[in-house]
């Protein structure tokens, strides 16, 4: 399974930026997605979550109702649309899906996803 995320950038504060995520390797339809952030000096976090069949979806309380999360099952790609933005989502941002397919929730713990993208950088600035 690979995961490509992409999307990242500089943009100033109250500004709005869509990071990507595409998946190969399987079929992306039978998995949930997963974002998580790790911003310096600081662990991985939960953003967003999305299910196999975009039926449900999760939204850490930090970026709740600035952040969406969707997928297109026909592209093979997860999006994670951030508006918004402040100083503290400066981080680099991943994606991630686990092993177990047909889940109808979202996992928030970063130790049940098993396949990472490589991240891409998101730099808020004033």
């Known amino acids: 399974v690979q995961l490509q995320a992409s999307g990242g950038g500089l943009v100033q504060t109250g500004g709005s930026l869509r990071v990507s995520c595409a998946a190969s390797g399987r079929a992306f339809s039978m998995y949930g997605m997963g974002w998580f952030r790790q911003a310096p000096g600081k662990g991985r976090e939960f953003v967003a979550g999305i299910s196999w069949s975009g039926g449900s979806t999760a939204i850490a309380d930090s970026v709740k109702g600035r952040f969406t999360i969707s997928r297109d099952n026909a592209k093979n790609m997860v999006s994670l649309q951030m508006n918004s933005l402040k100083l503290e989502d400066t981080a680099i941002y991943y994606c991630?899906?686990?092993?177990?397919?047909?889940?109808?929730?979202?996992?928030?713990?970063?130790?049940?996803?098993?396949?990472w993208g490589q991240g891409t950088q998101v730099t808020v600035s004033s």
């Open positions: 991630a899906t686990p092993t177990r397919p047909y889940y109808n929730g979202i996992y928030y713990s970063s130790d049940k996803y098993d396949y």
